[in-house]
């Protein structure tokens, strides 16, 4: 069965470490998003991707990075972490026929 | 700018009971709307969605919504709750179903009392 894995599903890290957060798709979506979920805020969106090659700038991307080399992953970068960035991330994926799938979330914290 | 509000942070029911959540939206021209719920340390699950059409919706696991666009509204219910509903709810509002422009809600966390 096709699915969308994130990996890890837990880290903690320290303030100015570099973070790599990783989520792998099947289902062969072009579509590709990150968000973060925070209490009161609901899910906000980080960074988006349409396609191979294709990265877009969400409504919270300050101190985010993201590169996509090929359909199925679409890795979050943190380039240098910040107690702000304490959050559960989500990865999603979507087509016009199918919708939005989520993962199961990565829960990020930085000491 | 499109945006989405919950009214209600936390809810608690109890079992068997009947159930709404209320969700209002602001968006322009005619949006699609989504219900999508979530258990402890889970991913999100779509329940249901409306794009047009018949402006009451169901959806799984007993679930319905109805579309009121003079309100700007589309409420979640349920007949009647079980144990297993406990969860947090999360109302979405977007111009389509994959794009990037979905608005999430702040969510409503669901509690049931045996």
């Known amino acids: 069965d096709a699915e969308i894995t994130q990996s890890p599903r837990h880290k903690i890290t320290e303030t100015g470490r570099q973070v790599t957060l990783a989520c792998h798709q099947t289902w062969n979506h072009n579509n590709m998003f990150w968000y973060r979920q925070d209490l009161g805020h609901g899910l906000r969106l980080i960074h988006y991707s349409y396609g191979v090659h294709d990265t877009n700038k969400g409504e919270v991307s300050d101190g985010y990075s993201v590169s996509r080399s090929n359909t199925e992953d679409l890795p979050l970068t943190l380039e240098s972490a910040a107690s702000s960035q304490t959050s559960v991330y989500f990865c999603?994926?979507?087509?016009?026929?199918?919708?939005?799938?989520f993962g199961s979330g990565t829960r990020l914290t930085v000491v | 700018a499109q945006s989405v509000t919950q009214p209600d942070i936390h809810i608690t029911v109890s079992e068997g009971a009947s159930l709404e959540l209320r969700c209002n939206y602001s968006?322009?021209?005619?949006?699609?709307l989504f219900w999508y719920v979530q258990s402890p340390g889970q991913g999100l699950q779509l329940l249901l969605k409306y794009f047009s059409g018949d402006t009451l919706v169901q959806g799984i696991k007993g679930f319905e919504a109805e579309f009121k666009r003079s309100q700007s509204s589309f409420n979640l219910r349920k007949p009647s709750v079980h144990w297993s509903d406990a969860a947090e709810y999360f109302c979405?509002?977007?111009?389509?179903?994959?794009?990037?422009?979905?608005?999430f809600g702040p969510g409503t966390r669901l509690s049931v009392l045996p």
């Open positions: 979405a509002v977007g111009a389509d179903n994959y794009g990037q422009n979905f608005v």
């Open positions: 968006y322009g021209a005619t949006p699609y």
């Open positions: 999603a994926s979507s087509d016009s026929n199918y919708g939005y799938t």
